[in-house]
């Protein structure tokens, strides 16, 4: 196969062909609303964020000395539900997922194109709603809403925010509906499931969870409003509820969802490893297929999370062995991403340098899931900063990793401009140092004891916690980097040819940015996925 | 700061040595991967960086024997590491018969604690060293969790039932207490300390003070004011079920199926007596939620336990 010459980037793209607002907002391009989504995640990224920066100065010190206990339990509540709802589930599939799909499978745009820019308004209705919560008082049930304190106890804005979390949940399903379709309808001709790019095929794993698991917090929500505000018993058991029900309902989509924010990281990754070291990702058939089995696994294992709750030993024990074997796909996972470097030719430009980082946190952050998986260690675990820094290096370390690896890795494609090598490369190693040091201590912390949503704590635990906010601080710096450089190269940066990394994928076949329709002509595949070593070399500066 | 600066938890139970054990198991089979994983990144990162643009790599699609190996292997450990933490999970869940009981009540934002004697103390919890302690515990308002790293146990303090822990103590000294589970404001106030002395000491510690009556007592005294055995008196026509040698026992429910006479059973039956009617009786007990307060059913509860223990004597 050869990759076509280079394009010049054309005169009219999808982002100059109008600049009025009307014609943002009422966008129907897939292209369009994934900039819609990466403007409003990138936002509520740093709101979350600074409720971070807020926690970690508290925790500076043993006593609870610059916020009160109900202000402390708010920032951490406002953090989670943040960076969950309406960050981390929507990040890679809202933005890249919706930009690329369609690039990659060679489709002019989703299947339901007025669906897509709805789902953009359902989670800003969404966030909304919950932004008004935060900012009016705010909720202090932590983002596991548990009952019967979140559905009696709590006086914070306990409705306001659960209905922002529905809602929003709406925008979740229209794009994972809109993602299997368009996967299903629209792939171009040649291009069959097993010549996909793995991103989509991560992707589709991705919406299937997201599909059938978001109605699940839908009604979990409901029912939670159903017992605040008519005092119907469903889960405190003084008017006949039960409390271990809420965590059966809130798990079962609360799980699947950590694979939400996961598999596209996963997907990312694929890309990235194939591209700079320019060979054919390893075991492609079983990476596609590892992403289906934790979609399906994914469903299964929610009980790990109330090992300690009064769960019956019985459950425990098949939930902890599920657990285990959801385990294996990722594993397997890693080892084709590892195999894949073997006799590779390895570039260090700056996604790679993510792709390395996603790969070695996630492995750790994997790993440290198996003492969580095993009942006799979880009891003790449970509850405590182990289980705090175990998903920080699975969703920071892992899934903010891969998605900051994508920004760099399409930001040409996207914007048309290259941005600055030399402060991504140390904005990387930034991330990857304040990362580490800020989340590896509460893997000590959490063997000590040191339970989490704690505002104040024992004397001996402040060492550890000094050095995570010492870290959390270098990455806060790390985060703001990139920040500044994405921005300031939309207008200063050397323009980007359309494929500046030589990559194989139709996304890169069509000018940066690319026209508004995707392609001139419907591309025609005749090859496997990532045909790197079949590619002509050429070297074209541009 | 830099004085008191622990990186492992003190191990004080005959649980914790287990659990530390498996726990070093677990953190080696992690070691290796991740320095497998690491090693191999880097070597091949390092071996096969690019040289010049115009590099070739020769395809290499995969490898069924390699994923074989990469999905067993794996596999084969994990099963190793379920299999070992499950059961000790296990043997940790069930009390030894002769433990001593104590009653745990939690509430926002303390930790309420009644030994069998009618001692009673509040975040702070008094334990002989060299003997099993049961827990059984409840909760008046939302979830808690009642931690002891030092022990390395956990377990959930639910309202509306009875859960339970037990662990033994193997070296005296003072232990942090945690409420594991978000709670509300003062969650992370909700703490106190475990004391562990030695036997003698701690009989004393029981004799001393305001012991006052026992729960047993207590219990019983509740029972004749609530008028309780105006209908569960042990005689032939009674109209409610006799309580006598009840606890433990299999009991046949109204409309098929039975239920076992625990801890939860007994509450529930006081509190919300029209949830499970006993074959043979008729639903007329009226409710007494909200009279007896969460200490006053666990006397109840252990005063009708104690019916059972009389009656195995005789």
């Given at each position: 196969m050869t990759t076509r010459l280079e394009l010049s980037p054309p005169p009219q793209h999808y982002l100059n062909w109008s600049y009025t607002a009307r014609s943002w907002l009422l966008s129907t391009d897939h292209k369009r609303i994934g900039i819609l989504y990466l403007l409003s995640i990138t936002f509520f990224f740093f709101i979350g964020g600074a409720f971070a920066v807020l926690i970690r100065l508290e925790l500076m010190t043993p006593a609870g000395d610059l916020v009160h206990s109900e202000t402390y339990n708010r920032l951490f509540t406002a953090h989670g539900v943040i960076m969950i709802f309406f960050f981390l589930i929507p990040s890679i599939p809202a933005v890249l997922g919706n930009?690329?799909?369609?690039?990659?499978?060679?489709?002019?745009?989703?299947?339901?194109?007025?669906?897509?820019?709805?789902?953009?308004?359902?989670?800003?209705?969404?966030?909304?709603?919950?932004?008004?919560?935060?900012?009016?008082?705010?909720?202090?049930?932590?983002?596991?809403?548990?009952?019967?304190?979140?559905?009696?106890?709590?006086?914070?804005?306990?409705?306001?925010?659960?209905?922002?979390?529905?809602?929003?949940?709406?925008?979740?399903?229209?794009?994972?509906?809109?993602?299997?379709?368009?996967?299903?309808?629209?792939?171009?001709?040649?291009?069959?499931?097993?010549?996909?790019?793995?991103?989509?095929?991560?992707?589709?794993?991705?919406?299937?969870?997201?599909?059938?698991?978001?109605?699940?917090?839908?009604?979990?929500?409901?029912?939670?409003?159903?017992?605040?505000?008519?005092?119907?018993?469903?889960?405190?058991?003084?008017?006949?509820g039960d409390p271990i029900l809420f965590q059966h309902l809130f798990w079962f989509y609360s799980h699947p969802a950590v694979y939400i924010m996961i598999l596209p990281g996963m997907g990312v990754v694929s890309e990235i490893v194939a591209c700079f070291s320019r060979k054919r990702v390893f075991g492609y058939s079983a990476i596609a297929l590892a992403s289906l089995a934790i979609?399906?696994?994914?469903?299964?294992?929610?009980?790990?999370?109330?090992?300690?709750?009064?769960?019956?030993?019985?459950?425990?024990?098949?939930?902890s062995i599920l657990s285990f074997l959801v385990a294996i796909p990722s594993a397997i996972k890693v080892f084709n991403w590892t195999a894949t470097f073997y006799r590779g030719s390895i570039a260090y430009d700056t996604p790679m340098l993510y792709a390395f980082g996603f790969i070695g946190l996630f492995t750790m952050g994997g790993l440290t899931g198996l003492f969580l998986a095993t009942l006799a260690v979880d009891v003790h675990v449970h509850d405590t900063y182990f289980i705090v820094a175990h998903f920080h290096y699975i969703m920071v370390g892992g899934m903010v990793m891969?998605?900051?690896?994508?920004?760099?890795?399409?930001?040409?494609?996207?914007?048309?401009?290259?941005?600055?090598?030399?402060?991504?490369?140390?904005?990387?190693?930034?991330?990857?140092?304040?990362?580490?040091?800020?989340?590896?201590?509460?893997?000590?912390?959490?063997?000590?004891?040191?339970?989490?949503?704690?505002?104040?704590?024992?004397?001996?635990?402040?060492?550890?916690?000094?050095?995570?906010?010492?870290?959390?601080?270098?990455?806060?710096?790390?985060?703001?980097?990139?920040?500044?450089?994405?921005?300031?190269?939309?207008?200063?940066?050397?323009?980007?040819?359309s494929n500046p990394w030589r990559a194989a994928g139709l996304e890169w076949q069509t000018p940066s940015p690319p026209p508004a329709d995707n392609f001139p002509e419907t591309p025609v595949v005749e090859t496997e996925a990532y045909p790197y070593s079949e590619m002509e070399v050429e070297v074209v500066d541009v | 700061m830099w004085e008191n600066f622990p990186l492992f938890p003190e191990a004080a139970s005959t649980a914790a040595s287990r659990v530390d054990r498996l726990f070093f198991f677990i953190l080696i089979v992690c070691a290796f991967f991740t320095l497998l994983i690491f090693t191999l990144v880097f070597t091949f990162a390092i071996r096969y960086r690019r040289r010049s643009p115009s590099e070739r790599p020769r395809p290499i699609s995969g490898s069924l024997r390699l994923e074989i190996v990469w999905?067993?292997?794996?596999?084969?450990?994990?099963?190793?590491?379920?299999?070992?933490?499950?059961?000790?999970?296990?043997?940790?869940?069930?009390?030894?018969?002769?433990?001593?009981?104590?009653?745990?009540?939690?509430?926002?934002?303390?930790?309420?604690?009644?030994?069998?004697?009618?001692?009673?103390?509040?975040?702070?919890?008094?334990?002989?060293?060299?003997?099993?302690?049961?827990?059984?515990?409840?909760?008046?308002?939302?979830?808690?969790?009642?931690?002891?790293?030092?022990?390395?146990?956990?377990?959930?303090?639910?309202?509306?039932?009875?859960?339970?822990?037990?662990?033994?103590?193997?070296?005296?000294?003072?232990?942090?207490?945690?409420?594991?589970?978000?709670?509300?404001?003062?969650?992370?106030?909700?703490?106190?300390?475990v004391v562990v002395m030695e036997p003698a000491r701690f009989q004393e510690w029981l004799g001393g003070g305001r012991a006052g009556e026992s729960l047993e007592a207590r219990g019983a005294q509740l029972f004749a004011q609530l008028g309780c055995a105006s209908c569960?008196?042990?005689?032939?026509?009674?109209?409610?079920?006799?309580?006598?040698?009840?606890?433990?026992?299999?009991?046949?429910?109204?409309?098929?199926?039975?239920?076992?006479?625990?801890?939860?059973?007994?509450?529930?039956?006081?509190?919300?007596?029209?949830?499970?009617?006993?074959?043979?009786?008729?639903?007329?007990?009226?409710?007494?939620?909200?009279?007896?307060?969460?200490?006053?059913?666990?006397?109840?509860?252990?005063?009708?336990?104690?019916?059972?223990?009389?009656?195995?004597?005789?």
């Open positions: 930009f690329l799909i369609p690039l990659m499978i060679g489709a002019r745009d989703l299947a339901f194109p007025k669906l897509n820019l709805l789902s953009w308004y359902i989670f800003l209705a969404g966030a909304a709603f919950t932004m008004a919560a935060v900012f009016s008082g705010g909720v202090d049930t932590g983002w596991t809403f548990y009952a019967p304190y979140s559905s009696v106890y709590s006086n914070s804005a306990v409705m306001l925010t659960g209905i922002g979390v529905f809602i929003t949940g709406f925008s979740s399903i229209l794009t994972g509906l809109n993602f299997i379709v368009t996967i299903h309808t629209l792939r171009a001709p040649g291009l069959t499931w097993f010549r996909l790019p793995l991103f989509v095929w991560a992707h589709y794993a991705t919406s299937l969870i997201m599909v059938l698991g978001t109605p699940v917090l839908a009604i979990t929500v409901a029912l939670l409003a159903l017992e605040r505000l008519f005092g119907v018993g469903v889960f405190d058991p003084r008017i006949g979609a399906v696994l994914g469903f299964l294992v929610w009980g790990h999370h109330m090992f300690v709750s009064g769960q019956s030993a019985y459950a425990s024990n098949i939930f891969a998605y900051m690896g994508g920004l760099h890795f399409w930001w040409p494609k996207i914007t048309g401009r290259m941005y600055p090598e030399g402060w991504a490369k140390f904005a990387a190693l930034v991330i990857f140092i304040g990362f580490n040091l800020t989340f590896f201590p509460q893997f000590v912390l959490g063997y000590l004891g040191m339970p989490r949503r704690y505002h104040v704590y024992p004397d001996e635990f402040q060492v550890l916690n000094v050095m995570s906010s010492a870290g959390a601080s270098i990455l806060g710096v790390g985060y703001l980097i990139p920040m500044i450089y994405f921005v300031w190269s939309i207008r200063h940066a050397p323009v980007a040819s | 999905s067993l292997v794996p596999l084969a450990i994990a099963m190793v590491i379920f299999a070992w933490g499950s059961r000790l999970y296990v043997a940790l869940a069930r009390p030894p018969a002769e433990a001593l009981h104590i009653f745990v009540v939690g509430k926002q934002w303390m930790w309420k604690f009644q030994h069998i004697e009618g001692q009673r103390e509040i975040n702070e919890l008094h334990v002989p060293v060299g003997k099993p302690v049961r827990l059984t515990m409840s909760s008046e308002d939302v979830i808690h969790s009642l931690f002891v790293p030092a022990f390395r146990v956990k377990t959930d303090v639910l309202p509306g039932r009875y859960t339970r822990m037990w662990f033994e103590a193997t070296k005296p000294g003072t232990y942090h207490l945690f409420c594991a589970e978000y709670c509300g404001t003062s969650h992370s106030e909700m703490r106190g300390r569960h008196e042990p005689a032939p026509g009674a109209r409610g079920p006799s309580l006598v040698g009840l606890f433990g026992k299999t009991v046949e429910l109204q409309g098929g199926g039975s239920v076992t006479a625990d801890e939860t059973y007994l509450r529930e039956s006081i509190v919300n007596p029209q949830a499970k009617i006993v074959s043979g009786f008729q639903p007329i007990m009226p409710t007494y939620a909200g009279q007896v307060s969460e200490e006053g059913l666990l006397q109840l509860v252990v005063y009708i336990m104690s019916l059972e223990e009389k009656a195995a004597r005789k």
